[in-house]
């Protein structure tokens, strides 16, 4: 048995014994419920007679199965749940798999490679624990945004994209390897500034971040710090930003919805470098001091008609913006 064979044992707490029919009829339930769990999960499919599995797995759905005997969930919410646990597990794997493997080209200047299954065995218990205390801290954040007369998130808030300039371009004559530098120093100051400042990330798709805070004014310093925080790198392009407050639609952690749609059609409208607004969110902007409107010939905005955007500008609020180390 190598390493690799160890280790992935160890991580699964052994080697496969079980096909999918005897898990679930140990856990006394249908084939039909045990490979929808599965593939919500995100899992590639396998043959009922298989052997794939062990007692961990005979654990992981009797704990799921569980939820909804004991009358906490139905069966649909228990696959939903499922189903963001393995899409974000997912994501969050590769992200950190791909981390690492940078580390440990970075240092290996001979152009050979360490052996990888090694240091991740090293990191596994930590990296566990620390997913556990994110998710913690994650739902505690999550709770304190529940509106307190819904008991849910708030319907409105402001949606902001920051769009990277030239990235096609850059895309196309940067080194993989440079253009990867770029793209992650780009997500990880964007993500900084819109924590630090309140906001929360949706998500990020290589040059944009489409994130959300909970009033125009929020969303206005978080907008004009990242452009200002973008300027002043010597990595990274000028971003474009659109912002609009408004109702958004929320499911499987997105947020849709028109507010949405136009926010990201603002963005393509916006000079590199500035943040711009539709004529809504700007009223509410117009009485706070340090912030300057100005209005900018009408466009022509599909799925809209005619709009006119707003260029949002600081006045003397360079103190008030958002600056991470």
Same mark, same amino acid.
């Given at each position: $048995?190598?390493?690799?064979?160890?280790?992935?044992?160890?991580?699964?707490?052994?080697?496969?014994?079980? /096909?999918?029919?005897?898990?679930?009829? /140990?856990?006394?339930?249908?084939?039909?419920?045990?490979?929808?769990?599965?593939?919500?999960?995100? *899992?590639?499919?396998?043959?009922?007679?298989?052997?794939? *599995?062990?007692?961990?797995?005979?654990?992981?759905?009797?704990?799921?199965?569980?939820?909804?005997?004991?009358?906490?969930?139905?069966?649909? &919410?228990? !696959? #939903?749940?499922?189903?963001?646990?393995?899409?974000?597990?997912?994501?969050?794997?590769?992200?950190? !798999?791909?981390?690492?493997?940078? *580390?440990?080209?970075? /240092?290996?200047?001979?152009?050979?490679?360490?052996?990888?299954?090694?240091?991740?065995?090293?990191? &596994?218990?930590?990296?566990?624990?620390?997913?556990?205390?994110?998710?913690?801290?994650?739902?505690? #954040?999550?709770?304190?945004?529940?509106? %307190?007369?819904?008991?849910?998130?708030?319907?409105?808030?402001?949606?902001?994209?920051?769009?990277?300039? =030239?990235?096609?371009?850059?895309?196309?004559?940067?080194?993989?390897?440079?253009?990867? /530098?770029?793209?992650?120093?780009?997500?990880?100051?964007? =993500?900084?500034?819109?924590? %630090?400042?309140?906001?929360?990330?949706?998500?990020?798709?290589?040059?944009?971040?489409?994130?959300?805070?909970?009033?125009?004014?929020?969303?206005?310093?978080?907008?004009?710090?990242? =452009?200002?925080? $973008?300027?002043?790198?010597?990595?990274?392009?000028?971003?474009?930003?659109?912002?609009?407050?408004?109702?958004?639609?929320?499911?499987?952690?997105?947020?849709?919805?028109?507010?949405?749609?136009?926010?990201? @059609?603002?963005?393509?409208?916006?000079?590199?470098? &500035?943040?711009?607004?539709?004529?809504?969110? #700007?009223?509410?902007?117009?009485?706070?001091?340090? !912030?300057?409107?100005?209005?900018? @010939?009408?466009?022509?905005?599909?799925? *809209?008609?005619?709009?006119?955007?707003?260029?949002? #500008?600081?006045?003397?609020?360079?103190?008030?913006?958002? &600056?991470?180390?």
């Amino acid at each position: $048995m190598t390493n690799r064979d160890e280790f992935t044992s160890h991580l699964l707490g052994g080697p496969w014994t079980l /096909r999918r029919r005897e898990v679930a009829k /140990r856990v006394g339930v249908s084939l039909l419920s045990a490979r929808k769990l599965w593939r919500a999960l995100g *899992f590639p499919g396998v043959d009922d007679e298989e052997v794939a *599995f062990n007692d961990t797995d005979r654990k992981a759905l009797e704990r799921a199965v569980g939820l909804v005997r004991h009358d906490l969930i139905d069966e649909e &919410t228990a !696959i #939903a749940c499922a189903r963001a646990l393995g899409q974000t597990t997912d994501r969050l794997v590769s992200w950190q !798999i791909e981390a690492l493997l940078e *580390f440990l080209a970075s /240092r290996s200047p001979s152009g050979v490679p360490e052996d990888p299954i090694k240091l991740i065995e090293q990191l &596994t218990p930590e990296l566990e624990e620390l997913l556990l205390y994110s998710f913690r801290r994650q739902l505690v #954040a999550a709770i304190s945004r529940f509106d %307190a007369a819904s008991g849910r998130p708030a319907d409105a808030v402001t949606v902001c994209f920051a769009d990277l300039v =030239s990235y096609t371009r850059l895309s196309r004559r940067l080194p993989r390897r440079e253009l990867s /530098r770029l793209v992650q120093r780009f997500e990880g100051l964007a =993500s900084d500034v819109v924590t %630090a400042g309140g906001g929360r990330v949706i998500k990020t798709v290589g040059d944009e971040v489409l994130f959300i805070a909970p009033d125009e004014m929020t969303g206005a310093l978080i907008a004009l710090s990242i =452009s200002a925080r $973008m300027a002043d790198d010597d990595v990274v392009p000028d971003v474009r930003v659109g912002m609009v407050h408004g109702p958004v639609l929320r499911s499987l952690g997105d947020v849709y919805g028109n507010t949405v749609n136009l926010a990201s @059609r603002l963005t393509s409208l916006a000079e590199p470098g &500035t943040v711009v607004t539709d004529p809504g969110t #700007a009223k509410a902007l117009q009485n706070h001091p340090g !912030i300057e409107l100005v209005a900018q @010939r009408p466009r022509l905005v599909r799925g *809209f008609g005619q709009v006119q955007p707003l260029l949002v #500008a600081p006045m003397g609020i360079s103190d008030q913006l958002i &600056t991470v180390d």
